[in-house]
């Protein structure tokens, strides 16, 4: 029961803490992409200390709350297409064999992540035509995009090893 109601607390406070990240952009919009990053790393964290159901808990909450609360629907569909669930399933990811194949996975999922996040933004929120130099800008992004993505994927990875070996102690005062 100890456990039970552990889970359910940190798993509550994490959310929160999360949801107010997210609803922050709407004051500091230049962070549009910074908060849903470190809310990804609290997603993490939920998923070290109670479990994988809790941390899916936790970013379905989220998820639905920011796109509710939000000011930035960007934000919000970042958060819920990507950066929520990549910290959940990066675990999986990282257990296929082949290196190669695990790149081209995380590079599929993201693509498809940012592809669904975006048509999203501009077919439901935003009515917007590209013009000559918006065809190119596209392109351009994605592939600036997918080069963030190996450097966010390596910040996760020295983030756990930061939180497990520091953090986590001094947080909970145990190893």
Do not use: H
């Amino acid at each position: 029961m100890k456990k039970l109601s552990f889970q359910i607390a940190f798993g509550g406070i994490s959310s929160a803490l999360c949801i107010i990240m997210m609803f922050s952009v709407g004051l500091f919009p230049v962070l549009v992409y910074v908060f849903p990053m470190l809310s990804s790393l609290v997603i993490f964290a939920v998923n070290y200390e109670c479990g994988i159901k809790t941390a899916a808990a936790s970013y379905i909450s989220v998820s639905l709350l920011s796109l509710i609360l939000s000011p930035d629907k960007e934000s919000a569909l970042l958060f819920l297409f990507f950066f929520g669930c990549y910290p959940l399933l990066s675990g999986y990811i990282d257990r296929l064999k082949s290196a190669l194949f695990r790149w081209v996975v995380r590079f599929a999922f993201f693509n498809a992540a940012v592809a669904a996040s975006y048509f999203l933004l501009i077919k439901l929120f935003v009515a917007v035509e590209l013009n000559e130099f918006g065809k190119y800008t596209v392109p351009v992004l994605l592939v600036s995009a997918n080069l963030l993505l190996v450097l966010y994927d390596r910040m996760l990875r020295a983030i756990e090893v930061v939180y497990v070996r520091k953090i986590r102690k001094k947080l909970f005062k145990r190893k």
